[in-house]
């Protein structure tokens, strides 16, 4: 299942970015979709999720407050609105899709776009 990711760039620190993820083909209702990111030379670690059904989302603490995650069901896109961008939030972000498993962890996720750089300036 193809998901695709896209609109990362460059940003100055404090600016924001609205990162998307589409989903070609199908509807996710009943998945969880969640974002992860990975820091040059640092493991990949998880960003947030929204359990596409629901809405219900949640987050790792360090973004708390600055991103969001939310999804248009029309689109078949998922979104992560990166809000009070640090340098430290440079990384390439992933979007994946499971219906199982723990959201937190990239085993609970069967499928994974392709990542967009995101680079903060300070």
């Known amino acids: 299942v193809p998901l695709q990711a896209y609109g990362g760039g460059l940003v100055q620190a404090g600016g924001s970015l609205r990162l998307s993820c589409e989903a070609s083909?199908?509807?996710?209702?009943?998945?969880?979709m969640g974002w992860f990111r990975q820091a040059p030379g640092k493991e990949r670690e998880f960003v947030g999720v929204?359990?596409?059904?629901?809405?219900?989302?949640a987050y790792e603490d360090s973004v708390k407050g600055r991103f969001t995650v939310s999804r248009d069901n029309t689109k078949s896109t998922v979104y992560l609105q990166m809000n009070s961008l640090k340098p430290e939030d440079t990384a390439v972000y992933s979007c994946?899709?499971?219906?199982?498993?723990?959201?937190?962890?990239?085993?609970?996720?069967?499928?994974w776009g392709q990542g967009t750089h995101v680079t903060v300036s300070s």
């Open positions: 994946a899709a499971g219906d199982r498993g723990s959201v937190y962890s990239g085993m609970g996720y069967d499928y």
């Open positions: 929204i359990w596409w059904t629901s809405g219900r989302t």
């Open positions: 083909g199908r509807t996710f209702s009943g998945y969880h």
